[in-house]
């Protein structure tokens, strides 16, 4: 049998990981209650590790209910919450509004939430290129 070889499409979630790591910072995928999302420690120059994301202020990025579906099939935008370290909902830092294509949309939410942490924890380290 001639078969095609495997192709992976990459989810919602993977596209806004690359375009945060583009900027450097790092999410990392989680689910609660059937919902999958992105979580990213807020404070710049935080470890890059899971643990650190979920021990200090954090961020919860949701497209819709669920971040690991297919980028092909993205329809509704990214938002961004801030969460303190207990996981206290703070205040929403990207209202997920507009009609954008999934990439488009991973990169206006990366900008926006690195500006916005910027704002509120200081600057951001410039990642070595």
Not at 4 to 27: D, I, K, M, N
Not at 31 to 59: N, Q
Request: net charge negative; with cysteine.
């Amino acid at each position: 049998m001639n078969e095609l070889p495997h192709q992976s499409v990459p989810t919602e979630g993977e596209l806004l990981r690359a375009a945060l790591a583009a900027v450097g910072r790092y999410a990392f995928p989680g689910s609660e209650g059937g919902m999958t999302f992105l979580i990213m420690a807020a404070r710049p120059g935080a470890p890059d590790d899971e643990d650190a994301a979920y021990d200090g202020p954090h961020v919860l990025m949701y497209a819709g209910e669920r971040a690991d579906r297919p980028a092909s099939d993205h329809r509704e935008p990214w938002s961004a919450h801030l969460h303190n370290a207990t996981g206290d909902y703070l205040t929403t830092l990207v209202d997920g509004v507009g009609d954008l294509d999934a990439v488009a949309d991973a990169v206006r939410c990366a900008r926006e939430v690195t500006d916005k942490l910027a704002r509120r924890y200081g600057t951001i380290p410039t990642p070595s290129l």
